[in-house]
């Protein structure tokens, strides 16, 4: 299974992004799908996953009313709205996928696969 992250960039405090993460190779519908990320000296850490149905979803704590995760299977997508963005969410976002587990894990280690990771940069 290939993941590809795309869709960050430079935004203002207080602007949006969509992150996108295109699946290719395995049966994306059946994924519960993540959200990670990682800023410079810090560890990954989870930010909203979604069941396979895209009936459930889940946030991180800081993230909660300004994300919001969606999926299209027909697609084989997976995105990330990003709303009111802060310095503080500047990191690495990765998106990942999840093979086994029908709820969705906060822990890196429990997730299969990986896409490359997209660059998102909150500064004035």
């Known amino acids: 299974v290939q993941l590809q992250a795309f869709g960050g960039g430079l935004v203002q405090p207080g602007g949006s992004l969509r992150l996108s993460c295109a699946a290719s190779g395995g049966p994306f519908s059946s994924y519960t799908m993540g959200w990670f990320r990682q800023a410079p000296g810090k560890e990954r850490e989870f930010v909203a996953g979604?069941?396979?149905?895209?009936?459930?979803?889940y946030y991180a704590d800081f993230v909660k009313g300004r994300f919001t995760i969606s999926r299209d299977n027909a697609k084989n997508t997976v995105h990330l709205q990003m709303n009111s963005l802060k310095p503080e969410d500047t990191a690495v976002y990765y998106c990942?996928?999840?093979?086994?587990?029908?709820?969705?894990?906060?822990?890196?280690?429990?997730?299969?696969?990986w896409g490359q990771g997209t660059l998102v940069t909150v500064s004035s």
């Open positions: 990942a996928a999840d093979r086994l587990s029908a709820a969705i894990q906060r822990r890196p280690g429990l997730y299969d696969y």
């Open positions: 979604i069941s396979w149905s895209g009936g459930n979803t």
